[in-house]
């Protein structure tokens, strides 16, 4: 079984491999989202620009071809935590500018001709025992505190959160109209031809075996350039000297295959709002445009060393949990069939924040770390990433999370014990509360080591 989004985008460009030595004025390693948006908003800044964007596989090969299609406004560092590392009014403009990015990726889309399959039907995070209901009032009574009204998120009662979809056992919610479904692999495929036709070189199979101040080392060439843009996500951690900057967590993911009218009958979502509930270990799902359910979860393990392989994007103990709770979530899917299973990596910083980046005196820029909440955010990156590169000061330029700076993970094996060890007891939490309704205990202990 493979990815749904590879499967159901148009076909694959294949792209040459960079065979001599090149010259340009900015070089991206990274064919994802965040690659790709700042190709395209430079470009569109700046039509006389040389850029080149070079993947080690193809473009989409990482997240931004594999992900959930949430194009959301989830900020992972959430309101209390960035109000109080950046201040109020910060807090508040990043707030916005995600809102906008949501916006922005629809807006592009249409613009460019790009057919993604974007629905901006808003999330619904649903609770379904009393310990999760709980933490749904707590998030609207703390997001008040931070300006965030009734239009920006409101909470839902039993009926309301059951007039949007007919999931089993639930209590509430919340709803935030800030999300969208999309296709992913259709987003990443449009995006890299209107690069590319706005006149980007774009080499695939090309992987960057060192970034340094101007230049960039692969296999068959060299790159030089004024600026070197590092776009590499769940995979930095492969690169000489950022072997512990980022952390690579899988997510996994299941689809449907397309369900008769009878099923959406039960299941609702039509608006093709996206959808979660409040456990700690996250889960996120779509109604797609061709009728499936797609659904995706973390929980699995971290692989020692911060490894990547082909083999971690399937995990049979995590495929069959997840279509197991997506069986108890919608009870009429489990006549029918799974048709796809996939997986891939994502990217944790080790203070959970994002960032992008220009360090003017190396040339050396970045975006990234974006947990599991990176498609819109990618956009906000490389919007901000061309105005950094171009020298303007701009409102995104003035935003908090540009330059934030994290400190590095811990070496191994402390990493692997920490990560695992928080991802069990995140997990037991869960448990623990669909079994006594009541908030677990090693949630909160959990909270406090990750200091929310
Ligand atoms: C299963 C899953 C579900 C997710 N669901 C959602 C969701 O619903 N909503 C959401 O907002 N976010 C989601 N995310 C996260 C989101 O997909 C990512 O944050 C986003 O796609 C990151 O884009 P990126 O371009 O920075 O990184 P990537 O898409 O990972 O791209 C990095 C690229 O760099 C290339 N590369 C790496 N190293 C090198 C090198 N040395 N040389 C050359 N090329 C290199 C890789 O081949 C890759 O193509 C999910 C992620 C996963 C894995």
Request: glycine share 12%; charged share 20%.
């Amino acid at each position: 079984m493979n990815n749904l989004w590879t499967a159901t985008a148009d076909p694959p460009r294949h792209r040459d491999p960079l065979d001599h030595d090149l010259d340009v004025d900015v070089v991206i390693v990274g064919g994802g989202y965040t690659g790709l948006w700042t190709a395209y908003y430079l470009r569109r800044a700046n039509p006389n620009a040389t850029i080149a964007v070079i993947d080690q596989a193809h473009v989409g090969f990482g997240a931004s071809g594999r992900n959930g299609g949430w194009c959301s406004a989830i900020f992972p560092v959430g309101p209390r935590k960035l109000a109080q590392m950046h201040g109020h009014e910060q807090a508040t403009a990043l707030r916005l500018a995600m809102q906008d990015a949501v916006d922005e990726v629809g807006a592009v889309a249409a613009a460019e001709g790009m057919q993604i399959d974007f629905a901006k039907g808003g999330c619904v995070t649903l609770a379904r025992n009393p310990a999760q209901l709980a933490r749904a009032r707590a998030d609207i009574e703390s997001a008040r505190g931070y300006g965030i009204g009734e239009q920006d998120l409101r909470l839902l009662s039993r009926d309301e959160a059951r007039s949007i979809t007919g999931a089993e056992g639930v209590l509430g919610g919340i709803y935030t109209p800030h999300c969208a479904a999309l296709h992913p692999g259709r987003l990443v495929r449009q995006l890299s031809e209107r690069v590319e036709r706005a006149g980007v070189a774009i080499y695939e199979q090309t992987a960057a075996r060192s970034i340094a101040p101007g230049l960039v080392a692969t296999e068959h060439g060299r790159i030089r350039a004024q600026v070197v843009v590092r776009a590499t996500e769940g995979y930095t951690a492969r690169l000489p000297g950022w072997r512990r900057s980022l952390l690579p967590i899988y997510s996994l993911m299941i689809a449907t295959e397309p369900l008769p009218d009878a099923a959406w009958e039960e299941i609702g979502l039509r608006g093709r709002e996206t959808f979660t509930d409040h456990r700690h270990l996250r889960i996120y799902g779509q109604r797609t445009a061709d009728g499936r359910l797609a659904f995706g979860g973390r929980g699995a393990p971290y692989h020692f060393g911060s490894a990547i392989r082909p083999a971690f994007d399937a995990d049979a103990r995590i495929h069959a949990g997840l279509e197991s709770l997506l069986a108890e979530l919608f009870p009429v899917v489990a006549g029918h069939a799974i048709t796809h299973a996939w997986g891939g990596p994502l990217a944790i910083a080790r203070d959970w924040h994002p960032s992008v980046g220009l360090d003017r005196t190396t040339g050396i820029a970045w975006a990234g770390g974006y947990v599991g909440d990176g498609v819109a955010t990618a956009n906000l990156a490389g919007q901000t990433l061309s105005d950094l590169i171009l020298g303007r000061r701009s409102d995104l330029t003035a935003l908090p999370w540009v330059n934030h700076r994290s400190r590095r993970w811990e070496p191994e094996p402390l990493r692997w014990l920490g990560v695992n060890g928080g991802l069990q007891l995140v997990a037991t939490a869960d448990r623990e509360e669909a079994r006594s309704g009541k908030p677990a205990r090693s949630a909160r202990t959990l909270a406090r080591l990750l200091g929310y």
